[in-house]
Nanobody, 119 residues
Framework: VQLVESGGGLVQPGGSLTLSCEAS????????MSWVRQPPGKGLERVSF????????TAAESVKGRFLITRDNTKNTLYLQMNRLKPEDTAVYYC?????????????RGQGTRVTVSS
């Protein structure tokens, strides 16, 4: 399993970013996927989940209405569109290959991409 995130960076509060995750080494279209994040000094937390075909999506309450998870199974790529970013969204963001019922800490994930929201 290989997962490579990209798209992080420094953004002002209220701004937007789109993260990408290129997947390889497993049948991407047969795997649910998740985005998780680790804020500075804190543990991993769920951000959003998408089912194999994309019909089911869930999001943490803290990002609902601001973040959108999507996937392109023809490109083996997962995305996270982040809008109206807040300083509390500052974290390292990871994509993770998930089970059909959601993410667990043991699921394989990439090396992460850092998002910093600051003025």
């Amino acid at each position: 399993v290989q997962l490579v995130e990209s798209g992080g960076g420094l953004v002002q509060p209220g701004g937007s970013l789109t993260l990408s995750c290129e997947a390889s080494g497993f049948p991407f279209e047969l795997s649910a996927m998740s985005w998780v994040r680790q804020p500075p000094g804190k543990g991993l937390e769920r951000v959003s989940f998408i089912s194999r075909g994309g019909a089911t999506r869930t999001a943490a309450e803290s990002v609902k209405g601001r973040f959108l998870i999507t996937r392109d199974n023809t490109k083996n790529t997962l995305y996270l569109q982040m809008n109206r970013l807040k300083p509390e969204d500052t974290a390292v963001y990871y994509c993770a290959k998930s089970g059909d019922l959601g993410w667990s800490p043991a699921d394989p994930r990439g090396q992460g991409t850092r998002v910093t929201v600051s003025s």
